[in-house]
């Protein structure tokens, strides 16, 4: 396959990317776990797509020697917004993990200020009374 044919399907696996992090990063706004998982689903495909593209790219060391100065540029200003767009995501990753951490821990510390002195027994089998978590169960996604 020569270079630019590699090229202009790295731009259109990109340009496809991007769309699917926008749409992500959307949905992180207000997350709905029905309408996120598909699309974490695609993006995890293109990535892996992605990954062999850039793999096969790098194995040719006359890549970007062999591209027209239009397409290399081309290249490299879509190369500039997807990092942009995956800074987003990641940024938006992060804070819905430490939020959901965040309720997770919540919830724990709750249950366990629920559960008050909880009979149990120790390593060696003798009876004490101390603190545990109670059991819970939740009937809603978070």
């Known amino acids: 396959m020569n270079a630019s ?24 706004e207000t ?20 990954q062999d593209h850039i793999e096969a790219i790098s194995q ?4 970007s020697a062999a591209l027209p100065d239009e397409l290399r540029a081309q290249l490299q200003s879509l190369a500039k917004t997807f990092e942009a767009q995956m800074a987003v995501n990641k940024r938006k ?26 009979p149990g027994y120790g390593s060696k089998g003798t009876a004490y009374n101390g603190r545990a978590a109670a059991p819970i169960a939740m009937n809603q996604e978070i």
């Open 93 to 118: 990753l992060e804070i819905l993990t430490k939020s959901s951490q965040h309720v997770v821990d919540r919830i724990i510390e709750a249950a366990k200020q629920a559960a008050g002195e909880v």
């Open 60 to 63: 040719d060391p006359g890549f």
């Open 31 to 50: 997350p709905r776990a029905s309408e996120l998982s598909p699309v974490v689903a695609e993006k995890q495909a293109l990535f892996k797509q992605y």
């Open 5 to 28: 044919i590699r090229a202009h399907n790295l731009i259109e696996l990109m340009d496809d990317l991007l769309l699917v992090l926008e749409r992500e990063n959307q949905l992180l």
